[in-house]
């Protein structure tokens, strides 16, 4: 049974950091591109980050680029975001997802992790 688990978020302060992890089960992760997608209130999901396990390329949102880094640590199943410099528009749920390559609608998915950039 795939399965993708989500943690690290929480409130933090407008300039503030977090990391994310996203543990998976059920397959080798060596195997599946990874993505991070966020969803802010009223707005429709959209994609963060990825890395690809076809090439290891790493791929970021525009709004995520110099401020956001993804990594896998592949033997511990997990693939980490870091959030820095965070800025209230940054504020939604994250949740991971995978798939053999980097795309838009990866079938498997986390059930997310609430991130709240408040002051």
């Known amino acids: 049974q795939v399965q993708l688990v989500e943690s690290g978020g929480g409130l933090v302060q407008p300039g503030g950091s977090l990391r994310l992890s996203c543990v998976i089960s059920g397959f080798s992760l060596d195997s599946y591109s990874i993505a991070w997608f966020r969803q802010a209130p009223g707005k429709e999901r959209e994609g963060v980050s990825c890395?690809?396990?076809?090439?290891?390329?790493?791929w970021y949102a525009a709004s995520a680029k110099g401020r956001f880094t993804i990594s896998r640590d592949n033997a511990k199943n997990t693939v980490y975001l870091q959030l820095s410099s965070l800025k209230p528009e940054d504020t939604g749920v994250y949740y991971c997802a995978a798939d053999a390559t980097c795309t838009a609608r990866p079938p498997y998915w986390g059930q997310g992790t609430q991130v709240t950039v408040s002051s």
């Open positions: 890395t690809s396990a076809t090439d290891g390329s790493q």
